[in-house]
């Protein structure tokens, strides 16, 4: 049973063209996560939400944003692709943002900006 | 400055052998460990944390780590290894509210 699933699992995008990635959870998590993960590298936070409040990183670019339209999904938008931006990027949801709560990550979307 | 460090880039070992994947830590506070496995084309899978408590912590999979205060390490441990374990293993520090810095990951290869 898929708690955190990510749609579509692969996306291809031309260099600039805005894109679209989904993440949907049935866990009724109160935070939503988004992570960027480039080969062979480490993920990423990009940012988060925590119900309705949107908490980026420092060094997130502009080029990423983000919508949490209700609980259950969660959009990372990027607006003008580059080709650096080609990465798996991961949703996570957890319950609260207590280190109590365990983060539950979907299977990634894999991005490719040709 | 908080950050966590995983030495080895890959760690091979035979089926049926005990095996370690290393993980050391820099905090300032208290530190709040965790351990993720990744397999290809997949997200990552909680297999377990150490918060505060007993030193050995024990996780899915058979895996347990050995939390070590003076030696700043997160051990990842399992007694007897199996082919399915090959994967990807990443060390991760709560820095901030459930906000993680990942190692830069410990590719696992088990061979029969």
């Known amino acids: 049973d898929a708690m955190v699933i990510q749609n579509p699992r692969y996306q291809v995008t031309q260099f600039g063209k805005p894109v679209t990635l989904s993440c949907s959870q049935t866990?009724?998590?109160?935070?939503m996560y988004w992570y960027q993960q480039k080969s062979s590298q480490a993920p990423k936070l990009l940012f988060h939400y925590y119900d309705k409040d949107f908490n980026n990183e420092a060094d997130t670019p502009d080029n990423f944003q983000s919508r949490r339209p209700n609980t259950s999904f969660c959009f990372l938008d990027i607006r003008s692709p580059g080709l650096g931006d080609a990465a798996m990027y991961l949703c996570a949801t957890s319950r609260s943002r207590g280190i109590e709560d365990t983060q539950y990550f979907g299977p990634g979307t894999r991005l490719t900006v040709l | 400055a908080q950050s966590v460090a995983q030495p080895e880039d890959q760690v091979n070992v035979a089926e049926g052998n005990p095996l370690t994947v290393k993980c050391t830590y820099s905090v300032s506070g208290n530190p709040y460990l965790f351990w993720y496995v990744q397999y290809p084309n997949r997200g990552l899978q909680f297999l377990l944390k150490?918060?505060?408590?007993?030193?050995l912590v024990k996780g899915s999979y058979g895996f347990e780590a050995e939390f070590n205060k003076s030696q700043t390490s997160f051990h990842l441990k399992k007694p007897s290894a199996l082919v399915s374990d090959s994967a990807l293993y990443f060390c991760a520090l709560d820095y901030n509210f459930n906000k993680f810095y990942f190692g830069s990951g410990t590719k696992l290869n088990v061979k029969p």
């Open positions: 866990l009724n998590h109160n935070v």
């Open positions: 150490y918060i505060t408590g007993d030193n």
